[in-house]
Structure formats: structure tokens, C-alpha cells
């Protein structure tokens, strides 16, 4: 019983820490490259002005998921990439005011951000959609601030060795279980000795 709760542990352990590392890898990468950090149609973004106060503010790590075009709606909050203007190249989170348009098979939103006093956006279509908002992170961000300072780096390294040579010795002992027990399989086994021994025959003299 303690073998197999040891060893769900250590499952659990090393699932945690494949996507700790997986998490900040993509989002470590993904900054050096200037791209945004995204696994399985998820992505995640830092929203950079106070547009959308009180409902996100400046540093807030916010995750979004892309989305079907029916399926985004007035109300929802979205972020896209706008072509025009000052802004060109960047990435917006604002929200949708109004019931999205079709027009010729393509939805058409119109978005504003949240502040009070915030002006209608450029009406945008579907293409520049990047996803739907969820929910914001700010454990993400902690540990990301975190990863890259020094101790941070330490500890990142640290678990890298701690889990690749957990698997390694791991795969090394169960190399040696599975070699001993091939040794034993191949190795002629001494014959045992019987404990009885044979009576003599008797033999009988003929008169």
C-alpha cells in the first residue's frame, strides 16, 4: 500500500513539474521572440494600458482562448490585432458593445474599452480576432517575474536536473532489475541433489 501511494506521489510530482516548466519555457521563449505565448489554442497577454479599468488593469496577465466567430457575442471581451493607426501591430483587449454583423460570410465587431469616457473603436472583422478573454493569471506573471531573476533561474535549472535525473536513475534501475533477471533466466541452474538415496537391489543366489 505505501509503494503505490509513494509512487502516485511521484507521478503527481513529475506531472507538475513537466508543466511548470513547459508553462515557463513557452512563456520565457516567447518573449525573447517578441511572439505571444500560446498552447492549445490558448494564449496569454499582458495588458499594457488602463483602458479596460476597473475590469483589468496595467500588468495584469490575462488568458485567452480562441474562439468560433458565432460564438463571440455582444459583452464578451476580446483581444485582437489592430492594422491601423498608432497601434498598428499590437494587440487590443476591449470589449464588444453591440451584436456582431455578418456581412458577406465575414462578422464584423464593434469594441470600447471599459474606461469611462472611452471612445468606439475602429470597427474590426474576425481575421484580427486573437481569441476571447477567461480569466486573468497573476500567478503566472509572479512566476514568470520570478524564473527570470537570478535565484529564479536557479531554481529553474535545479528542478530541470532534479527531474530528468530522478527519470534517469529511475530507467537505470529498472535496466539492472531487467539484466539480473536475465542472467537468471540464461544461467543453467545447478541440478539438486536428491535426498534419497537409491536403495541397493537385492539379488538372490540360486541354490
Known sequence: MAR???KAINIIATVILVLLIVIVVLVFVARISGKTPSLFGY???RVQTDSMEPTLSVGDVILVK???AEDIQNGDII???CLSG?????TITHRVVKEPEQRDG???YQTKGDKNGAKLDDEISYDQVEGKYLNTMPWVDKMYTFFLSPAGLIVFIGLIVVLFGYEMISLIIAYKSVDEKDDDYYEPKPKKESQKRKKPKKT???K
Open 4 to 6: 503505490k501511494i509513494r
Open 43 to 45: 494564449h496569454v497577454y
Open 66 to 68: 480562441n474562439t468560433a
Open 79 to 81: 483581444t485582437y490585432r
Open 86 to 90: 498608432e497601434l498598428e501591430g499590437q
Open 106 to 108: 465575414v462578422y464584423y
Open 204 to 206: 538372490h543366489l540360486k
